[in-house]
């Protein structure tokens, strides 16, 4: 089998399993993905063979597959945090009334893997399994405890935003605010117009082939964000403004960040006491999920 082959089923696993309730005919799945017709059948054909994906007879659709299941459980006994960070999850939105989200680092992207809760409209993810790239200030939380020079190459990618000024500004805000987090312990951002216009691109495309223009795209999107919607340095900031997230992490035995559980869905604004309530509930599930999979928090 060919690398391209590989890629093409794994690209097609990712978009199905970021579609979970939904299916797709053919000429779908070429368009969301970018495929030519024959290599889209020839992967979709072999994926039903192996009961991966599912094909109704009547409609002609695809749609996943009971295979999967079986993976899936499998991948959960061997990374238990996942439950378990659900089960904090659970009991955050009952409390809180908040979208709560499980996201973990693959390679150079963001996937969501367990969520609790609705999103509100323009913030949050839809559906587990939803991918963003990992790039400043996207995914800081998980960068905050990584070693300095994986920090250096983050920061690296907010070069050709804008300005050289605003772009120097940026890391130098971001750089900030990586130190912030790793003192109190979480990320925090506001959720301004240009930080709901980068949801809105992730969600269109969440699953779907990322082309240069959709790089270009999000670049100049990143790079109208405000410091605040890059991160919250104090809670000073806060009564102003309506927050994207707060973000906690959770620890693997070597003290790397092994998934981050956040809260979305704020619909009005907090003061600041009602914020730091939230964010030492939210740290406080992160460290009951680290401590019951023997993970260390580095000190």
Same mark, same amino acid.
């Given at each position: 089998?060919?690398?391209?082959? #590989?890629?093409?089923?794994?690209?097609?696993?990712?978009?199905?399993?970021?579609?979970?309730?939904?299916?797709?005919?053919?000429?779908?799945?070429?368009?969301?993905?970018?495929?030519?017709?024959?290599?889209?059948?020839?992967?979709?054909?072999?994926?039903?063979?192996?009961?991966?994906?599912?094909?109704?007879?009547?409609?002609?659709?695809?749609?996943?597959?009971?295979?999967?299941?079986?993976?899936?459980?499998?991948?959960?006994?061997?990374?238990?945090?996942?439950?378990?960070?659900?089960?904090?999850?659970?009991?955050?939105?009952?409390?809180?009334?908040?979208?709560?989200?499980?996201? $973990?680092?693959?390679?150079?992207?963001?996937?969501?893997?367990?969520?609790?809760?609705?999103? #509100?409209?323009?913030?949050?993810?839809?559906?587990?399994?939803?991918? !963003?790239?990992?790039?400043?200030?996207?995914?800081?939380?998980?960068?905050? /405890?990584?070693?300095?020079?994986?920090?250096?190459?983050?920061?690296?990618?907010?070069?050709?935003?804008?300005?050289?000024?605003?772009?120097?500004?940026?890391?130098?805000?971001? !750089?900030?605010?990586?130190?912030?987090?790793?003192? !109190?312990?979480?990320?925090?951002?506001?959720?301004?117009?240009?930080?709901?216009?980068?949801?809105?691109?992730? /969600?269109?495309?969440?699953?779907?082939?990322?082309?240069?223009?959709? /790089? $270009?795209?999000?670049?100049?999107?990143?790079?109208?964000?405000?410091?605040?919607?890059?991160?919250?340095?104090?809670?000073?900031?806060?009564?102003?403004?309506?927050?994207?997230?707060?973000?906690?992490?959770?620890?693997?035995? #070597?003290?790397?960040?092994?998934?981050?559980?956040?809260? #979305?869905?704020?619909?009005? !604004?907090?003061?600041?006491?009602?914020?730091?309530?939230?964010?030492?509930?939210?740290?406080?599930?992160?460290?009951?999920?680290?401590?019951?999979?023997?993970?260390?928090?580095?000190?």
């Amino acid at each position: 089998m060919s690398d391209d082959s #590989s890629q093409r089923i794994v690209r097609l696993i990712n978009f199905f399993a970021a579609h979970p309730t939904e299916s797709f005919t053919l000429s779908e799945v070429v368009d969301q993905l970018s495929l030519s017709l024959g290599s889209a059948h020839r992967v979709l054909k072999s994926l039903t063979d192996a009961r991966y994906l599912a094909r109704h007879p009547k409609h002609k659709t695809y749609s996943l597959g009971l295979a999967l299941v079986a993976i899936g459980q499998a991948a959960l006994e061997r990374h238990p945090a996942v439950n378990l960070a659900r089960e904090q999850m659970a009991r955050l939105t009952d409390e809180l009334e908040l979208q709560c989200v499980a996201t $973990a680092r693959v390679g150079d992207e963001l996937m969501s893997l367990a969520k609790t809760g609705d999103t #509100s409209a323009d913030q949050g993810i839809r559906h587990v399994g939803e991918r !963003r790239p990992f790039v400043p200030p996207l995914g800081l939380g998980h960068a905050a /405890w990584a070693p300095a020079e994986q920090i250096d190459t983050y920061l690296a990618k907010v070069a050709g935003r804008g300005s050289t000024r605003r772009d120097a500004e940026m890391r130098t805000h971001m !750089r900030k605010a990586l130190a912030v987090i790793r003192e !109190r312990g979480y990320a925090l951002a506001a959720n301004g117009p240009a930080m709901q216009s980068v949801w809105q691109l992730i /969600w269109e495309h969440a699953t779907h082939f990322r082309s240069e223009r959709y /790089w $270009a795209q999000m670049q100049r999107l990143l790079g109208a964000l405000s410091n605040d919607e890059l991160q919250l340095l104090s809670l000073d900031q806060v009564g102003s403004l309506r927050l994207a997230y707060i973000s906690a992490p959770v620890f693997s035995a #070597s003290g790397e960040v092994l998934l981050s559980i956040s809260l #979305s869905g704020f619909t009005r !604004r907090l003061e600041a006491r009602a914020v730091a309530r939230m964010a030492e509930h939210l740290c406080n599930a992160a460290a009951q999920v680290t401590a019951a999979t023997r993970g260390r928090i580095p000190r």
